[in-house]
């Protein structure tokens, strides 16, 4: 089967490896479609995501729908041809933080596609992938796989929004209008927020965030005072930029909150934390998700969550080397998706 590897920074590898068979309790499933993810384009560029740094050839990808291909001995709900997501988070279920309910912060998590393990954690941009039946989930009636590849980032834009709280109504800021920030605005959209503000530096992202609900966009340096007066009730930073960061803490109001989503630099990041303390500002943060992929999925299926625009780019896999620079343009792309195509008969 073909696998896209990254084998250092700059070394990306389309390459022929061994089938894998299902054990006890796994399912085998034909990947469709892929979703480059910024973890995917770090690996790719540099090498490593933040302090995480490759230690042997990856499989990249964790955004990943398809097929089940075929099912290991004691799983029967999930019959071969099943359309299916996949949840890239491996928990511990035993630690603190899984006890507490927290399995997105488990201290021993596994994650498709990461190098923060070694030996790493094999990533689902492969013809076939094998993983636990329970991290498979049957797509809801009539929800295009296309679609359903949104579901991953849209369930971490979808846990920051459930770390914001009720936001029916409220003035919201959201920093970064990438794939996430504008999953983000849908999932805001979604649960009833009232007017949301997006900026970003380049003008493209900001088209897909008003065709996904932003009711204002600003580019960034487009004027002095452009978020002048704003005074958000809420902000996600989504961007993962110390000056997105920023924008947060002086865009919104006295005694608003600011959701950490996007990973910022490695190391030590200066903050406002004046401006935090005089203000009485609320900062959480938000990682990953758990539950919601179920949740995302159904809004997905019944248009609660309109996130097709987000989707600009779908590349056929033997053009992988055409697609990571594609995804890395922000003026050409949001999110991109890497097309297996249909499986070969099994």
């Known amino acids: 089967m073909r696998a896209v590897v990254a084998h250092?920074?700059?070394?990306?590898?389309?390459?022929?490896?061994?089938?894998?068979?299902?054990?006890?309790?796994?399912?085998?499933?034909?990947?469709?479609?892929?979703?480059?993810?910024?973890s995917d384009l770090h690996y790719w560029r540099h090498g490593a995501v933040g302090e995480f740094r490759l230690r042997e050839p990856l499989v990249l990808g964790h955004e990943i729908v398809g097929r089940v291909r075929e099912t290991g001995p004691g799983v029967q709900a999930l019959p071969p041809g099943?359309?299916?997501?996949?949840?890239?988070?491996?928990?511990?279920?035993?630690?603190?933080?899984?006890?507490?309910?927290?399995?997105?912060?488990?201290l021993d998590a596994g994650y498709l596609g990461s190098a923060a393990r070694n030996p790493h954690v094999q990533g689902g941009f492969a013809d076939v992938?094998?993983?636990?039946?329970?991290?498979?989930?049957?797509?809801?009636?009539?929800?295009?796989?296309?679609?359903?590849?949104?579901?991953?980032?849209?369930?971490?834009?979808?846990?920051?929004?459930?770390?914001?709280?009720?936001?029916?109504?409220?003035?919201v800021l959201v920093t970064g209008a990438g794939p996430i920030g504008c999953l983000v605005v849908a999932a805001l959209r979604a649960a009833g927020a009232g007017e949301i503000t997006v900026t970003d530096v380049h003008e493209a992202p900001l088209?897909?965030?008003?065709?996904?609900?932003?009711?204002?966009?600003?580019r960034v340096g487009s004027g002095p005072d452009e978020l002048d007066g704003l005074a958000a009730e809420i902000a996600v930073e989504s961007s993962g930029s110390p000056a997105g960061l920023r924008t947060c803490v002086y865009g919104v109001d006295?005694?608003?909150?600011?959701?950490?989503?996007?990973?910022?630099?490695?190391?030590?990041?200066?903050?406002?934390?004046?401006?935090?303390?005089?203000?009485?500002?609320?900062?959480?943060?938000?990682?990953?998700?758990?539950?919601?992929?179920?949740?995302?999925?159904?809004?997905?299926?019944?248009?609660?969550?309109?996130?097709d625009p987000v989707v600009t780019s779908v590349v056929p896999v033997p053009r992988v080397d055409e697609a990571f620079p594609l995804a890395a343009d922000p003026a050409r792309s949001c999110k991109v998706l890497l097309d297996f195509g249909e499986p070969a008969a099994s």
């Open 254 to 307: 006295r005694g608003g909150l600011v959701v950490g989503l996007g990973l910022l630099p490695p190391g030590d990041t200066p903050v406002a934390a004046n401006a935090v303390i005089t203000r009485e500002l609320r900062l959480v943060g938000s990682f990953r998700f758990d539950t919601e992929l179920g949740e995302v999925l159904g809004a997905l299926a019944d248009g609660r969550l309109a996130a």
């Open 207 to 218: 088209t897909v965030a008003k065709a996904v609900g932003a009711t204002s966009v600003v």
């Open 82 to 106: 099943t359309q299916v997501a996949v949840h890239p988070l491996a928990s511990c279920g035993t630690c603190r933080q899984c006890r507490a309910g927290r399995r997105n912060t488990c």
């Open 129 to 171: 992938l094998v993983v636990p039946a329970e991290r498979v989930l049957p797509l809801p009636e009539g929800l295009d796989p296309r679609l359903a590849a949104l579901a991953e980032p849209a369930s971490v834009a979808w846990h920051a929004v459930r770390q914001a709280g009720d936001v029916r109504g409220k003035r």
């Open 8 to 38: 250092g920074a700059g070394d990306l590898r389309l390459e022929e490896r061994p089938v894998p068979v299902p054990g006890p309790g796994e399912v085998a499933v034909d990947i469709r479609y892929g979703g480059i993810c910024g």
